[in-house]
């Protein structure tokens, strides 16, 4: 009796092992997900701040900025009761477009001649104006936006996806295939390129730096958007949510190599699943921190990033 006792007792041990694994695998498997879903995110943003970089060796940190304005702006939109969602978010990203516009115009152009330095301290200038001007337009509360279509989960194993999971990685798709295109297709991309290679080359041959730049403003502005836009049904949206958001996509940025727009998206990706992880498997009170931690860790370690050169090069 008593050795009947030991094999169902052993018998309940392989079990509860057998179902922990199990747990923890499907855990691991949800983690995923999420980090990848957010590290699509993650991707677009710091392919903004590429996109501006290799045009005007700045690190816009208003970036952020526009992935907020761009969520803040189709819920407005949308609110009305009047616009169906597809047109709204196309109104919302160029309405964030003009922004970046703008931003260009009255605030990097008007410096004919100054360092990245000021010129960085310019755009967090724009930053805080841009988040203030939010504030007092839509108020200090976190708004919601409807899902694209539908909420009802899709299960996977023991996992579960929301839809929306699947529009953020469909317009993160979108925007990567896009700018790839643009780059190696079009008079504009082409242009683009090789303002980033070499400026002065690039005036020489005919090819206007100041328009190019302005064109890297009002894409990095455009892909913000509809950044914003896709995540905001997943997670709220308020006035602030800039600011950790363009932080993470700078980590991110930097991690893959920054000028680098294969690097922003490895870094992206990689930034994101490591944050999910870390937040599930260790403490979500790390989940920002890691970031920031990698951050360091990169700059230590390899500081033009796991893409990047040796002798940083923009492509």
Known sequence: MAGLRIVLADALDDQRRTASA???GTQIVQYLISGITIGAIYAVIALGFTIIYNA????????GEFVMLGGMAVIALDGSGYLPLALCFVLGVLAVTVVGILLERLTIRPVKVANPITLIIITVGASIFLRGGAMMLWGKDSLALRPFTGAQPIHMGGATLVPQSLWVLGVTLVVMTGLQVFYKHTITGKAMRACA???RAASLMGISVNRMVLVSFALSAAIGAAAGIVIVPITLCGYDVGTMLGLKGFCA???GGLGSSPGSILGGFLLGVLEALGAGLISS???DAIAFFVLLLVLFVRPS????PREIKRI
């Open 56 to 63: 005007t060796e700045v690190i816009n940190f208003a970036q």
């Open 253 to 255: 940025a930097v991690l």
């Open 285 to 287: 009170g790390f989940k």
């Open 22 to 24: 199990m747990d923890l």
């Open 197 to 199: 290679f070499n400026r």
């Open 305 to 308: 990033g796991l893409l990047g």
